[in-house]
Nanobody
């Protein structure tokens, strides 16, 4: 199983930016998809964004399109989530997850991913 470690969370104000990082222990992500999900208190786990390592196809939740951007650093086996124009409703624990051979139509489905990080808290104050 792949070990994942998120970092970069914190407390920011409405309109600020943050960049989350997800570093993986796997030697190569070549067949993997890496996704970001979030869970706010009292709410269900929600898809945020995902990227296929091979080819770089991306997917975003409608709620973050135009504000968040997912990218990867091949040499570092790291995926980034750049979050701009943050809103209080973005407050949640953010998790990165990965799975091998996830088809594009399943990139937003949590059940398609089999390795998860511990999560990092993002709090946006109004």
């Amino acid at each position: 199983q792949v070990q994942l470690a998120e970092s970069g969370g914190g407390l920011v104000q409405d309109g600020d930016s943050l960049r989350l990082s997800c570093a993986a222990s796997v030697r190569t992500f070549r067949t993997y998809t890496v996704g970001w999900f979030r869970q706010a208190p009292g709410k269900e786990l929600e898809f945020v964004a995902a990227i296929r390592w091979s080819g770089g196809a991306t997917a975003y939740a409608d709620s973050v399109k135009g504000r968040f951007s997912i990218s990867k650093a091949n040499a570092e086996n790291t995926v980034y989530l750049q979050m701009n124009s943050l809103k209080p409703e973005d407050t949640a624990i953010y998790y990165c997850a990965t799975g091998a051979r996830i088809i594009i139509s399943s990139m937003s489905m949590a059940r398609a991913y089999d390795s998860w990080g511990q999560g990092t808290q993002v709090t946006v104050s109004s």
